[in-house]
């Protein structure tokens, strides 16, 4: 129930994921977004009624799409949503692929956007960086402010782990709030600002602290001031594919040599099976194949269109 | 995983809310904080390390109070994070707790805090307002914005149930983004001018709507403009007790006649068993004894200083 007093043996998060980054020379993220009406045919969710039968296709589904993009991309992010809404048996089926994403090499950074206060905030920690599904990193909602995001700094330094915080989101309705102009500066930028500092803390002697921040890759604009605003804050970028952005877009949150920037795809790769420009060809149970094939297109067009290019070498 | 194509039958939580403080004449909301290091010694829970026998010690631990506070109070308040913390088994228990309580005629409020983005956030209203856990309402976040907190109010409607947004919350950190101010307006205020429009068009010809908000008791300034600003809205008022907030602190929150506030209390009753003041007089093992005490305090106490008076007519 409370944090290890001792740290771990891990290195901290932000220079593992520049490690995985650099080795698999892509900053590309994949979210694992299981859906019952969204999944392959062939995996036969559709006549599916119990709950058991159902998580156990969803993790059968991420566990095959961790298979593909193992090789391929640093990181993959669960949506814990689509576990959380099949019930408990989700969130066991979400507890064997993280599990299962890890044994891959992979980074798993748990998407729950989870923010509450003192010992409340620290049981979120404790089961998501800590505990019994322990991901690398978790998303965390600002809202409740300074004293409510601590605790999950704690947890991510004690074990090696990350944390992104909700900062200019991909949604529309992200101005609402976010934009709102308090004294010359936004919301979100006040939040960025405490992000960065939070980030400079938990750098130490290191490029990047353990604290990153999410922006939509659907505010081009935004994303160019807040790379230049937070310089050691990995940026976590969602809104790439389905939800408008393009690789161009996500240009200014990278740092020139490439890293800084995590870029996230979710239904255009995992759902690939869905796209005729991937699908062409193949039969109902090849459904690997097309999310092999979007994976690779999407790391084809951030290294040709963004400073991921530098990656290359 | 979609919401139902038809509303059920239920009729809308806000009456069904009101309906609950009056037959029990109270508006004490009682919170289930299961944590290991705080429960009663008779339960056993120091020396289980095994995931799934402490999910067990938490279940009984919270059906006890629930059989001890369902005739006094008209809803609990589950932690989420509190079981969360404990993983899969952990969210078993809480369907347990969730469907127990209900067996016993108390309303159910998810306090989980979730905020995300369109089909995310029916995913999430799905698994706590319709699917495997089904509690009456659920606590939401308003960081992401209106079409963050719109599936969630559709769901709501469409099962008969409630959603209590963050406005002004109980802690000290609540200042630091909750407060800026904005064209002469907090970002709370704009929040709560948001939720306010949201009950009134949920209302429909009822007093109030399906979506309330939360305002910490440790704010009697703020929670007497708040009421005034939202006269169709209920709140939900964490902090009285251990946070801080007095009975005296929390009068703003009602309308005169005793309805529109919810008054949480979490420790100071569920942990009744570790108060001098409740446990006098009584074996390790009647710990029900003191939660029972402390609820009849909690009850009195707002009854003797709030608007609450009311009703016991």
Redesign the interface.
């Known amino acids: 129930?409370?944090a290890p007093s001792q740290p771990t043996a891990a290195p901290p998060f932000a220079a593992r994921l520049a490690a995985a980054i650099t080795a698999r020379r892509t900053p590309s993220c994949i979210g694992l977004?299981p859906?019952?009406?969204s999944l392959p045919p062939a995996l036969g969710a559709a006549s599916i009624n119990e709950?058991k039968a159902l998580a156990d296709i969803f993790a059968t589904f991420c566990r095959d799409v961790i298979d593909v993009v193992a090789p391929l991309v640093p990181i993959v992010k669960p949506?814990l949503?689509?576990f959380?809404?099949?019930?408990?048996h989700?969130?066991?089926a979400?507890?064997d692929v993280i599990s299962h994403a890890r044994s891959k090499g992979l980074l798993v950074l748990a998407d729950g956007?989870?923010?509450?206060?003192?010992?409340?905030?620290e049981?979120?920690a404790?089961?998501?960086l800590a505990?019994?599904?322990a991901a690398d990193a978790l998303t965390v909602?600002?809202?409740?402010?300074?004293?409510?995001i601590e605790p999950f700094v704690k947890m991510a330094e004690a074990r090696g782990a990350g944390i992104f915080v909700?900062v200019k989101?991909?949604?529309?309705?992200?101005?609402?709030?976010?934009d709102?102009?308090?004294?010359g500066k936004t919301?979100y930028e006040?939040?960025a600002a405490?992000v960065e500092a939070l980030a400079a803390r938990t750098a130490g002697a290191g490029r990047f602290g353990a604290v990153g921040a999410v922006v939509g890759a659907t505010w081009p604009k935004q994303l160019d001031d807040l790379r230049a605003a937070m310089p050691r804050t990995w940026l976590l970028v969602p809104g790439f594919g389905r939800q408008g952005g393009r690789a161009s877009d996500v240009r200014g949150a990278f740092h020139p040599d490439g890293l800084g920037a995590l870029i996230v795809s979710a239904r255009d790769v995992i759902y690939a099976h869905a796209r005729p420009e991937m699908n062409a060809g193949l039969a109902a149970h090849q459904w690997q194949t097309a999310v092999d094939r979007a994976c690779h297109e999407m790391i084809e067009r951030l290294a040709a269109d963004t400073p991921a290019a530098a990656l290359r070498g």
Chains 1, 2 share one sequence.
């Open positions: 129930m409370t977004d859906r019952r009406e709950p949506q949503a689509c959380e809404a099949i019930g408990p989700g969130m066991t979400l507890a956007k989870r923010g509450d206060i003192g010992s409340t905030a049981a979120y404790e089961g998501w505990g019994p599904w909602n600002p809202y409740l402010g300074h004293d409510s909700l989101t991909s949604n529309p309705g992200s101005k609402d709030f976010q709102l102009i308090c004294d919301n006040y939040v405490s």
